[in-house]
């Protein structure tokens, strides 16, 4: 055997060996490109019932929310109502009721001051309610 023969069968030898090391990685990345394939294949299995479920509830959602469109528009005319009733006691009642109010209060004012007037005075001190007159 000659040198150039000894140097191919060297150069084989490391080709083989390249190769092998090589294979080696290829293959584990082709186990974990079956594993990944599987593992989207069952998510898209388990994926349908849950949109099937997500457009029930959605559904359902929208049934209640046309309820509470119901339910806010009679809250709404109840309101209109209320304010309605109010500005009409206020604009008929209101005035009057005030007038009366004042009239009272004069006239309790005028009764404490009266007996105040007439009351004899404390021997010593001064009166809390002559104080605060």
């Known amino acids: 055997m000659s040198v150039g023969q ?10 083989v060996i390249l190769v092998v090391l090589l294979a080696i990685p290829l293959i584990k990345l082709g186990r974990t490109l079956d594993e990944a394939t599987i593992a989207i294949r069952k998510a898209h299995e388990g994926t349908e019932p849950l949109l099937s479920d997500a457009g029930v509830t959605l559904t359902t959602v929208n049934t209640q929310l046309e309820r509470v469109d119901g339910v806010t528009a009679s809250a709404q005319a ?53 104080v605060r007159a």
């Open 6 to 15: 000894i140097a191919a069968i060297v150069a084989a030898v490391a080709f």
């Open 78 to 130: 109840v309101a209109a109502n209320t304010k309605a009733l109010s500005t009409l006691f206020t604009a008929t009642l209101g005035g009057p009721l005030v007038k009366v109010a004042a009239l009272s209060y004069g006239l309790r004012k005028a009764q404490q001051a009266r007996r105040l007037k007439n009351a004899p005075p404390a021997k010593g001190r001064k009166s809390k309610r002559s």
